[in-house]
C-alpha cells in the first residue's frame, strides 16, 4: 500500500527565499508530524496535527516556520527566508492516532540553503 | 527536559557477530520506548516498541530490545548480524503519562556489517 510520501524530495534555495514541503500522509491516518534531521543528528520534533488542528507548534524554531493541514490530509510546511541554519532533512511521519501508535515516516525532503 | 542518549556513533562488526545498541533516555514519568531503523537510501521503519507489559520485546528481523527501568535504558540486541542489518539505528521516546505524541531521538548509531 502506498506510505507516506513528501515532495519535492531535494530542494536548494538561496538564502532569503521561501520554501513550502509537502508532505501526503497515509489515507486515513488522523496524525502527522513534522521533524527535522540535521546532518549526523537524530529528528527533532516540529509540530504535530491531529486532523486539521495544529495541537502542537512547540518544536518551531522560529516564526519563520509554518504549517497547516487545512483539510486533515495533506500538510505543508513552509520556511519563509531561509537561513543556511535551516539546511536538513525534513521529515514527515503519520500514525493512526497520537504517539502512542507507530509513527510511519515519509522519505524526507533535504533542504539545502546556499 | 527529556533526552535520549546513544553511545555508541559507529559500530563495525564482521558478520555472524553479536550486537547490543545502547540507549538511555532521560523523562519524568511513564514512557513508550522504540527503535527506529534507517537502511541505506530509504526512510525510517519501526523495529520495535515497549509499551508496557514484558519489558523484552521481540521485533522484526530478529532484533529484541529490553526495557530497564532503574537503569532508564532500553538497549537493542541481535545474537548474529548480517551484512543486510547495516543501517543507521535510532532509539526514541515519548510520555505515555504525558500523553504528549512527539518522539524524542537520540542521535543514532551507525552499524556496518563487513561481509
Known amino acids: 500500500g502506498a506510505g507516506v510520501s513528501q515532495s519535492p524530495r531535494y530542494k536548494v534555495a538561496k538564502r532569503g527565499q521561501d520554501v513550502a514541503l509537502r508532505c501526503d500522509p497515509i489515507s486515513g491516518h488522523v496524525s502527522l508530524f513534522w521533524y527535522q534531521q540535521a546532518l549526523g543528528q537524530g529528528p527533532e520534533f516540529l509540530t504535530y496535527?491531529?486532523?486539521?488542528?495544529?495541537?502542537?507548534k512547540s518544536g518551531l524554531p522560529s516564526d519563520r516556520f509554518f504549517a497547516e493541514r487545512p483539510e486533515g490530509s495533506v500538510s505543508t510546511l513552509k520556511i519563509q527566508r531561509t537561513q543556511q541554519e535551516d539546511s536538513a532533512v525534513y521529515l514527515c511521519?503519520?500514525?493512526?492516532?497520537?504517539?502512542?501508535?507507530?509513527?510511519?515516516f515519509g522519505p524526507g525532503t533535504r533542504l539545502t540553503v546556499t | 527536559a527529556q533526552s535520549v542518549s546513544q553511545h555508541n556513533h559507529h559500530v563495525i562488526l564482521s558478520e555472524a557477530a553479536s550486537l547490543e545498541l545502547g540507549c538511555n533516555y532521560s523523562?519524568?514519568?511513564?514512557?513508550?520506548l522504540f527503535w527506529y531503523v534507517q537502511y541505506p537510501g530509504q526512510h525510517l521503519q519501526l523495529l520495535l516498541k515497549y509499551f508496557s507489559g514484558d519489558p523484552l520485546v521481540k521485533g522484526i528481523k530478529g532484533f529484541e530490545a529490553e526495557f530497564i527501568k532503574s537503569k532508564f535504558s532500553f538497549n537493542l540486541r541481535k545474537p548474529s548480524v548480517q551484512w543486510s542489518d547495516t543501517a543507521e539505528y535510532f532509539c526514541?521516546?515519548?510520555?505515555?503519562?504525558?500523553?504528549?505524541?512527539?518522539?524524542?531521538f537520540g542521535t543514532g548509531t551507525r552499524l556496518t556489517v563487513i561481509p
Open positions: 526514541a521516546v515519548n510520555g505515555a503519562s504525558t500523553g504528549a505524541n512527539n518522539l524524542f
Open positions: 496535527f491531529q486532523n486539521e488542528a495544529q495541537l502542537d
Open positions: 523523562y519524568g514519568g511513564t514512557v513508550n
Open positions: 511521519a503519520s500514525s493512526t492516532a497520537g504517539g502512542s501508535y507507530e509513527q510511519y
